[in-house]
């Protein structure tokens, strides 16, 4: 218990990007699972019974889903790096107090050019 205070402290100013970021990336893999589906729906039905204006409604759907997924995939990403920016060297700097401040500003400065 006293180990999550320290680290509440940490994620709290960051827990719309922990709970969003997981949240985009499903987003993202059921898209991936309903594409293939879709495109099956549109062959079994749509061509078969050569019913254009379901091949387009399908169509559209397809492409719907495919924005989301990549709103998703862009969305994803951008949470996860805003997330992992400042934790490594604040956690040195926090539970690592042996280590020397030469490498102290080599890991701050690595996170902030890595955002």
């Not at 893999?29 to 729906?41: A, D, N, Q, R, Y």
């Amino acid at each position: 218990m006293k180990q999550w205070k320290r680290y509440k402290s940490y994620i709290l100013p960051y827990k719309s990007a922990f709970i969003l970021g997981p949240l985009m990336m499903v987003t993202e893999v059921l898209g991936e699972i309903l594409l293939p589906k879709f495109m099956s729906m549109i062959i079994n039905h749509g061509v078969a019974q050569k019913d254009g204006g379901y091949i387009l409604k399908m169509g559209l759907v397809m492409a719907i889903t495919s924005f989301l997924m990549a709103a998703g995939g862009i969305l994803g990403h951008i949470l996860r790096r805003r997330r992992r920016f400042p934790l490594p060297a604040i956690c040195a700097a926090t539970y690592l107090p042996e280590c020397s401040s030469f490498h102290l500003k080599i890991s701050i400065r690595s996170a902030r050019d890595r955002w």
